[in-house]
């Protein structure tokens, strides 16, 4: 009886150190993504979670059959956890984005030696269809950017914010992250920080620069609180760096007000920056730069919606169409 529970919990300590090991190996790749990929905080808890699931997936299997932990997961385990996703009924693009975050982490597990081959070299992912960026009309556009009315502190952020976002094309996140010392208002540029670490300098246009700097000399300093050495551009009523859900929030209301109909989010602005661009002759090369895209692929899907106004307009007022 004695040897039985002696067996018993030496199996219990052995899946122990295993699920720990297995746990220090997703930390490893993490670390990994956030000091040598210098992804942003956002992107590396995606992974995290995604990770994790997979993790937790093949914890409900007989632990017994990984005695080596990842080293022994097989296409057949991969397989299983994507039927698991279909089941479930995930959209094609989060069953995409959970694959190849599982892909990225074994090629990271290949490259570091401590696994000979990677089970997921030949997983296919899903073919995701792209939907084509939704942009607003220009007219919408300056009723979005005239809502904000008043001289109050919050009144004078949020004309300001919603001009740089169509002034730039910035992400949300890379807005909110913005601090003064990042705004040049002699030059009338902004230095922004994106994707993989990379910067980029944008200029703002002259509505844009007077707006920024009006909240800079008025609005700002009257939403700082006492004692206060917030770096934030963009503060909340509180003083501190306003968050993406609350300028998705200030958004929200003044699409309300403006009476806009169609569907807006915070990146419909860059979005609608982008296409307004393209259409009034800027090259699609500038349009990445300013975007921040690492790929031209990217930005090209912008050139569809071209088309497609193109078409529209050919089809409304050519005698023959």
Known sequence: MVECIYHSDARFNGAAVLEDMMQEQIQAF???????????????????NDLNQFYHYLMQLDVSTLPRGWGNVTRDHLMGYVLEMKEREYATSTTARKIAAVKSFFNFLKTQGLIQESPAAELESPKVEKHLPSAITPEEVER???????????????RAMLEVLYATGLRVSELVSLNVADVDLESGTLRCVGKGNKERVLPLYDRALADVRLYVEEGRPRLLTANNDEPALFLNRRGKRLTRQGLWLIIKRYV???????????????????????????????????????SISTTQVYTQVSKERLRAVYDETHPRA
């Not at 993490?30 to 995290?48: G, H, I, P, Q």
Request: avoid cysteine; charged fraction near 20%; proline fraction near 4%.
């Open 256 to 294: 309300q007000e403006a009476g806009i109909k169609s569907s807006v989010t915070p990146h419909t602005l860059r979005h609608s920056f982008a296409t307004h661009m393209l259409r009034g002759g800027a090259g699609l090369r500038e349009v990445q730069q300013m975007l921040g895209h690492a």
């Open 144 to 158: 979005l950017l005239t809502a904000p009315q008043g001289s109050s502190p919050s009144a004078l952020r949020d």
């Open 30 to 48: 993490l670390d990994f993504l956030v000091a040598e990929r210098l992804y942003s905080e956002n992107t590396v808890s995606a992974y995290k």
